[in-house]
């Protein structure tokens, strides 16, 4: 499993480390690859020894794996580190160190003469060396190649490739080229591009490190040990071997291109970064990120992690994992920031990170997760938390939840979608979700069970549990029907409670009114208003085909005399029926989301909202009808310009915001002098709500129609 995550953050050192690191760089990062900027490093330095990326303690597990006792070693740029001397110590007295500074490499032979005299010091340029060819089994390189490679200028990446084929000459077959790096993206690249075309092996090595160590004033960023084995080649085979072994995995990752391992240490990279800062500020803003299969690269696991600083820290609150039941990772508790707030403070924890899991990958159950789980999420809690301390895994009832993927197409209009049944709480639902983007659900229907409304019966709150084992999954067959009683979301509801707008609320389930929808989806809006206002006439314009097919086949839409589907652009069509037939619907209503991802607003399209078309729209609507509009707009300004447009068309706005979503409803009517007050409203609503509450008519309790317009305002 590799991770993939987005989240910069830079560090800092103590001030007095900082400032004397100050006065030791150079002022242009060029200079690193300067003789004479090394010359009055080491001068100004001293003797003291400088270790760029760590101490041999920290480099020798990986490291050690390939170097042998009596192999000849060549250090290149070893400045006054002591690694050298420590090899020498542990038995590698085959030693051969290169500088570019003279200061250095005479500090380095006083310091070595008595103690190591097996091991020599030698003034010369890595681009240039005097060794014979094949000279060497191991070229050591601790930061070197990151001084000489500090910009992307062509003449810096062709003194680099100078010192790669340096390298590759005095290098026996099966020698190993060992660099010690921060892995820039262009440095990384410049390395394994030449040595992968060469045909060596490539594998590239993360470091560990613990919490404490990524968390002290050290590098941010992990440090990377580039492994390049010299393979003798073999006529007529091909041999491109690229791997990465991640920090405590002993089995490398195999890649396929080198591009894919790039990424792949970036996403490394990146990660280090993100626990970075969670261990440097508690506080931290919205964190996210995605555990993928290592084998297929599809994202497994999705983790947010949420702060909780209103807690008062004890012992067994620090940090908890969250997982969330399959199928209900777009709920406002589970889907959005301010939900996840609130459970965490729900939950009592300082820190808790929430998991997700995708479609479309298996889990065997709550026991199997949090094995797999445990060894990473664990490098996301806070570091002081003891090495000893459980950390409870929790869900709802200890239930990984049910997602069953029904049905899988694409559509040209729409691209790839899937029809997916889902459990709730108390029942299973069928959802629409458009792929391209997967975090919102499109449609969704309740599916038709003995299960009780909620309206009709208490049930208990689930508790959650610190673990629990899997429970079989409800398969809900493809066939079973949707419960037409019931609009799932709280947008449509609010829209058919808009109604009420409209003359003799306590008239309409058996007045003739004339509806027109933009935009189908699952068709559970025009059937619902089919169904309980006896006498409408519907007409639905839907652009994309695909999508009626959906609705007939899997949420039992059924278009008739009173309910017709038109396959049109909805601009086209009310543009060509406001020229055609004037003041021909009751109530018109806008719920078409828009697929330019540009814009802060998804829905409506903004074409939708143009001034000339709205002014279409009012030729359509009669005198005291009501236009309803679903908005989604993120962007304030936008949504302020939206409101001004609308406003020029219709003289009178209400607005319902829907809790806890982005949607907000807009109610437009021409007529102004019948201004309702919120309290109206609701009084209306609730006649309305009535009057489609009839004995022997199937009709959901859960929710309340008035309660949909308790907080609407007039615009």
């Not at 071997?241 to 240490?265: G, M, N, Y």
């Not at 709920?331 to 959005?336: A, N, P, R, S």
């Not at 997760?369 to 060894?375: D, F, N, T, V």
């Not at 449609?443 to 610190?466: D, F, Q, W, Y």
Request: glycine residues 6%; hydrophobic residues 40%; neutral net charge.
């Amino acid at each position: 499993m590799f991770v993939s995550c987005v989240l910069l953050h830079g560090s800092s050192a103590p001030c007095g480390r900082r400032m004397e690191n100050l006065r030791l760089l150079p002022r242009r990062v060029q200079e690193f690859a300067s003789a004479a900027y090394w010359e009055r490093f080491f001068h100004n330095r001293g003797e003291r020894a400088f270790e760029w990326y760590g101490k041999w303690e920290e480099l020798r597990t990986t490291l050690g794996r390939y170097l042998r006792p009596r192999d000849s070693i060549l250090v290149i740029g070893c400045g006054n580190s002591e690694l050298s001397e420590q090899l020498y110590d542990e038995g590698h007295q085959d030693i051969v160190n290169v500088d570019i500074s003279e200061v250095v490499i005479k500090q380095m032979q006083e310091r070595s003469v008595h103690l190591r005299p097996k091991m020599s010091y030698l003034v010369m340029d890595v681009l240039q060396m005097d060794f014979p060819d094949e000279r060497f089994q191991v070229v050591l390189d601790k930061g070197t190649l990151d001084a000489l490679l500090t910009d992307e200028e062509e003449a810096t990446f062709g003194r680099a490739q100078r010192m790669f084929s340096e390298i590759g000459r005095v290098l026996q077959f099966g020698g190993r080229y060992l660099c010690v790096s921060l892995a820039q993206a262009h440095v990384l690249k410049a390395a394994v591009e030449y040595f992968f075309q060469e045909g060596w092996m490539v594998r590239i090595h993360q470091l560990s490190r613990n919490n404490e160590e990524a968390s002290d004033g050290k590098f941010a960023l992990p440090i990377f040990v580039y492994v390049m084995t010299r393979i003798r080649h073999v006529p007529g085979s091909v041999l491109h071997i690229l791997e990465l072994c991640a920090e405590k995995q002993d089995k490398p990752i195999r890649f396929s291109s080198v591009d894919h391992l790039l990424e792949a240490v970036k996403e490394r990279q990146q990660y280090a970064l993100l626990r970075s800062q969670l261990n440097k500020n508690s506080s931290s803003g919205a964190v996210s990120l995605d555990l993928c299969n290592k084998d297929t690269g599809q994202a497994r696991y999705t983790l947010h992690v949420v702060h909780n600083l209103a807690v008062k820290v004890s012992h067994d609150n620090q940090f908890a994992i969250f997982i969330i039941p399959q199928g209900r990772e777009t709920e406002w508790l589970f889907g959005t920031e301010e939900g996840r707030k609130q459970l965490a403070a729900s939950a009592g924890f300082q820190r808790l990170v929430t998991v997700a899991l995708h479609r479309d990958q298996h889990y065997e159950g709550m026991g199997a997760i949090q094995a797999e789980l445990s060894g990473k999420v664990m490098e996301l809690a806070p570091p002081d938390l003891s090495a000893h301390q459980q950390v409870p895994f929790l869900s709802v009832g200890g239930d990984i939840g049910m997602r069953t993927i029904q049905h899988r197409d694409n559509s040209t209009l729409s691209g790839e979608y899937v029809i997916e049944d889902v459990k709730g709480d108390c029942a299973n639902y069928r959802r629409l979700i458009f792929l391209s983007n997967r975090n919102v659900v499109q449609s969704e229907a309740r599916l038709a069970s003995r299960v009780p409304h909620k309206g009709n019966k208490k049930h208990r709150k689930k508790k959650k549990t610190a673990s629990g084992d899997s429970v079989k999954s409800i398969d809900v067959p493809a066939n079973q029907s949707i419960d037409k009683s019931y609009l799932c979301c709280a947008h449509h509801r609010t829209m058919v409670a808009g109604l009420c707008l409209l003359k003799n609320p306590e008239c309409l389930p058996e007045a003739l009114i004339h509806v027109l929808v933009i935009g189908l989806g699952g068709g559970s809006l025009p059937l619902f208003i089919h169904d309980y206002f006896m006498q409408s006439c519907i007409d639905v314009v839907e652009i994309d085909p695909d999508v009626l097919d959906v609705a007939i086949r899997w949420f039992g839409f059924s278009p008739g005399d009173r309910l017709k589907v038109h396959i049109a652009d909805g601009l086209t069509y009310i543009s060509s029926l406001a020229a055609k037939a004037p003041n021909t619907y009751d109530a018109i209503m806008f719920d078409v989301d828009s697929k330019d991802s540009t814009l802060g607003m998804s829905c409506p399209p903004a074409a939708f909202v143009e001034k000339t078309f709205l002014q279409e729209v009012r030729t359509l609507l009669k005198t005291e009808g009501i236009f309803v509009l679903n908005l989604v707009c993120r962007d304030s300004l936008l949504r302020d310009d939206v409101l001004s447009t609308l406003r020029k068309s219709f003289p009178l706005l209400y607005s319902q915001r829907i809790e806890g979503e982005v949607n907000e409803i807009i109610f437009c009517q021409q007529q102004t002098r019948r201004k309702l007050t919120s309290v109206d409203l609701q009084r209306s609503a609730q006649i309305l709500e009535k009057a489609l509450w009839q004995p022997g008519r199937a009709w959901d309790s859960t929710y309340v129609l008035a309660d949909m317009l308790e907080a609407v305002r007039l615009v």
